[in-house]
Nanobody, 125 residues
Framework: QVQLVESGGGLVQAGGSLRLSCAASGRTYANYAMGWFRQAPGKEREFVSAISWSGGSTRYTDSVKGRFTISRDGAKSTVYLQMNTLKPEDTAVYYC??????????????????WGQGTQVTVSS
């Protein structure tokens, strides 16, 4: 079993920055490919970004390219999402996801086996 705990959400003005963190625990010797998804009110959950277990591969949805950066620490058990130049349309609950069965989870939420509880990001105009 893998537990994911997100932190770093909050309220920020448009143009501001936030850094989300997601700490994975529970399977000490597993490699986690991880991703971030978000869900705005009344909308379906959507892919934001993903990173391979080695950190060597990343992917972003078009709307956040150039503004968001995904990374992970040297121990590979924590992933970060640095969000710059935030826009009101970035407002959503952000979820961290992980898979231990694939090198890279990619954009499909069905590839991920574990999910965090979500953290709210609100961007005011």
């Amino acid at each position: 079993q893998v537990q994911l705990v997100e932190s770093g959400g909050g309220l920020v003005q448009a143009g501001g920055s936030l850094r989300l963190s997601c700490a994975a625990s529970g399977r000490t010797y597993a490699n986690y490919a991880m991703g971030w998804f978000r869900q705005a009110p009344g909308k379906e959950r959507e892919f934001v970004s993903a990173i391979s277990w080695s950190g060597g591969s990343t992917r972003y949805t078009d709307s956040v390219k150039g503004r968001f950066t995904i990374s992970r620490d040297g121990a590979k058990s924590t992933v970060y999402l640095q969000m710059n130049t935030l826009k009101p349309e970035d407002t959503a609950v952000y979820y961290c996801a992980a898979t231990t069965t694939s090198y890279f989870g990619g954009v499909d939420s069905r590839n991920y086996d574990y999910w965090g509880q979500g953290t709210q990001v609100t961007v005011s105009s």
